[in-house]
């Protein structure tokens, strides 16, 4: 079946660095996707964080995260990873990998367009 499973969640204090990795399988065309990161913490709505563009071409960020997070994917391995550095307490929430058809970059972070998601992975910052 369609499925995207991320990894490499967990606790670090502030400043320091993870790099988070979804898998996705069962469909033939993931190189045609644009691929996401959203994440959500308690109390707030969920929010694009960074995108990709079918080929890696393109990439896309929130101006929180500009700077200090990459995002990047191996087509020939159906993965995406986000490499997050100079972590701050802010940034603790779930994230969750996502796949989406856009057909203008205008949505880029509009949770509507991608229509695989993943479950998850905690991401928590201490000071």
């Known amino acids: 079946q369609v499925q995207l499973v991320e990894s490499g969640g967990g606790s670090v204090q502030a400043g320091g660095s993870l790099r988070l990795s979804c898998a996705a399988s069962?469909?033939?065309?993931?190189?045609?996707?644009?691929m996401g990161w959203f994440r959500q913490a308690p109390g707030k709505e969920r929010e694009g964080v960074a995108s990709?563009?079918?080929?890696?071409?393109?990439?896309y960020y929130a101006d929180s995260v500009k700077g200090r997070f990459t995002i990047s994917r191996d087509n020939a391995k159906n993965t995406v990873y986000l490499q997050m550095d100079s972590l701050k307490p802010e940034d603790t929430a779930m994230y969750y990998c996502?796949?989406?058809?856009?057909?203008?970059?205008?949505?880029?972070?509009?949770?509507?367009?991608?229509?695989?998601w993943g479950q998850g992975t905690q991401v928590t910052v201490s000071s």
């Open positions: 996502a796949a989406g058809t856009l057909y203008s970059t205008a949505y880029v972070f509009q949770s509507r367009f991608y229509q695989y």
């Open positions: 990709i563009s079918p080929g890696g071409v393109s990439t």
């Open positions: 069962g469909y033939s065309a993931w190189n045609k996707k644009y």
